[in-house]
């Protein structure tokens, strides 16, 4: 993640050291009159704020954590960065209801099945892709079956892979229990 971050700062900055020279370039030939109109005031109040652009220079090589080189790789970093404490009610499984600490990378807290919930978000976060995300609430006005799945009641907060997460998940309805489904084992399977 933060790779691409960098990558997305330094393309533009790439793009812009070759543009620059060419806009402020003259023109040459048999029809040339002189420089090319530019559209940068000359004159002015805008024309003293506006510094002399050159060539932009080259970006620097990436830190090994953002390139996969040595130290620890954005993977690593990411699954770090989770920690979330899961409040479950209501589920009618002995032993599945309260409140569970999870942590990621090492695996750590006193959730029931922290290696495998840890397995599940770190599945979810290597195949998710644009704005889909695992904690995403069900958008307003979205048709769900109205199928009761039970009383079960969760609230996850906390941070995954380094992003703040608050979020609230039951099995009112078609949708909210494929929600739930889709967090097990970081919820507890009450099918």
């Known amino acids: 993640m933060l790779r691409r971050l960098a990558l997305t700062a330094v393309v533009p900055l790439a793009v812009l050291a070759t543009a620059v020279p060419a806009a402020t370039a003259t023109a040459s030939g048999p029809a040339s009159t002189g420089p090319v109109p530019a ?11 506006r510094p002399a652009l050159g060539p932009l220079p080259m970006p620097l090589p990436l830190p090994g954590f953002l390139n996969d080189g040595p130290g620890a790789g954005a993977d690593e970093a990411d699954e770090a960065l989770t920690r979330l404490t899961v409040s479950v009610e209501n589920t009618g499984v002995p032993g599945a209801d ?3 600490e999870l942590e990621c990378g090492p695996t750590g807290g006193t959730h029931p099945e922290g290696q495998a919930a840890c397995d599940r978000l770190a599945e979810a976060g290597a195949t998710r892709s644009g704005q889909q995300e695992l904690f995403r609430e069900t958008p307003e006005g979205t048709m769900c079956t109205m199928i009761h799945g039970g009383d079960a009641f969760a609230r996850i907060v906390g941070t995954w892979e380094g992003r703040a997460v608050d979020t609230t998940a039951s099995r009112r309805d078609g949708c909210e ?3 739930w489904n889709s967090l097990v084992p970081v919820l507890p399977d009450v099918r």
């Open 39 to 49: 559209a940068v005031p000359t004159s002015g109040p805008f024309a003293a704020a």
């Open 98 to 100: 309260g409140t569970f």
């Open 177 to 179: 229990i494929a929600r």
